[in-house]
């Protein structure tokens, strides 16, 4: 009965989240982050009171993490099209040259600052 439960308060919770994330990469991170929060509810003596609290927490971090992974691919893609590489370096030429794209970088912005947008603007925008 309970497990019944915890099912289908699992699938309320996707759901609400589901309707806010709109990539399939995300989408697909939330699912596995609702599984995981699940299973660990199990391990508490009463697994309806804290699946709620627990599946918002790894769900919002299932997306930050997706986004800062689609953000790294994306800035690696940059990166490697400024040096004439389309995939990754083949030779010492080719990391010689990377290198120093990535030390001119470094050099213009010393902090590492990305211009990061708020997590609620990232979700909405998928």
Known sequence: MQN???ERLKNTCLRQW????HSPHLQRAVMCAADD??????LHP???LVF???????ARAAVVRGLRQ?????RSKVLLAE??????YSDSQDRDRLEKVLRRKR????LGMTGCRSVSQMVAKG
């Open 4 to 6: 019944e439960l915890l």
């Open 18 to 21: 589901l309707a806010k994330v």
């Open 37 to 42: 929060a699940a299973a660990v509810a199990w």
């Open 46 to 48: 009463l697994p309806l």
């Open 52 to 58: 709620p609290e627990l599946f918002e927490e790894m």
């Open 70 to 74: 689609a953000d790294i691919a994306q």
């Open 83 to 88: 040096v004439g590489l389309d995939s990754a």
């Open 107 to 110: 050099d213009l912005n010393p």
